[in-house]
Each structure stands twice: as C-alpha cells, then as structure tokens.
C-alpha cells in the first residue's frame, strides 16, 4: 500500500507546484462543491490522512491548527509532517497487523470497526476522490489539471 501513498503524495506535490500558478484570490474563492475552495480541499485531504492515521496509533486527534493554515507554504509544510508519519507507520506496519481491528468512535456516538488496511485504502482513495474535485475547478479556471494517471507516473 506505501506505493499508493507515494502516488497520491507525488500528485499533491504536483497540485501544490500547480497552486503557485494561480492567484491568491483562486486559490481562497469559494467555490461549488468539495470543500469549497482549493486552499480548503488540500488542508481536508491532509487532515483526514492524519485523523485516520491517528486512529490506528490510538493517538487523540490533533487538528486544531488546521484552523491557521491559510497560506500555501503552510500547507505544504503540513503535509510534509502528516506525510511522514503516515510514512513511517506504515513501513512499520506487519502483514499481521493489517487485519487488526481498529475501533472508531463517530461524532455521533455510533462505534464503528474496521481493519487497519480498510482504513489505508479509505485513506488512498479519499484523497483521489477530492483530486478530482481540484482536476474539475482547474477546468473552470481554463487551466490544464494536474495529471493523476497512475499508469505514466514513476512513484515507487
């Protein structure tokens, strides 16, 4: 599952090259759909990877400076942290322990379980999901999206 990470965090390295092309006001303008806006989708994607990360760490959920992430810069720094961690669970992370239960407590109240690599592949595929949210708002800006055809990029 490590080279599905690396795919989705080359693509995002690729938005975030992408993002410095555009201006402060497209990148902040609230948009239809998604999270409404580029800067707020990103900073979602890396939030979600760490909530589900910290889950199977059993780690509290510490996402409060999401809230003073505004700048670019400051996204990517974000996603350099969450991505290393992320990184070094799952290197670490035996055959064994993938089928291991993970018990998640919803907002609600409603416990839910799931196994540690339903959980990796939510995680891989939420974040292809709101990528094409971004692919569809570079098309509306009139510009090329990032390309994410897993098949031509070299992430291993």
Known sequence: MLSLFQYNWQVREDWFNWCQSISEEEFHKERIGGMKSIQKTLIHIIDCELL??????????????????????????????????TNNFIEQLTSENENRIIEVK???GTILHFTQKKILAHMITHEIHHIGQLSIWARELQLKPISSDLIIRNYD
């Not at 509290?60 to 974000?78: G, M, V």
């Open 52 to 85: 589900w990360l910290n889950s199977m760490v059993k780690k509290p959920n510490l996402c409060e400076t999401r809230n003073s992430i505004y700048q670019l810069k400051d996204i990517r720094a974000y996603s350099a942290f969450v991505k290393s961690n």
């Open 106 to 108: 919803r907002r609600d």
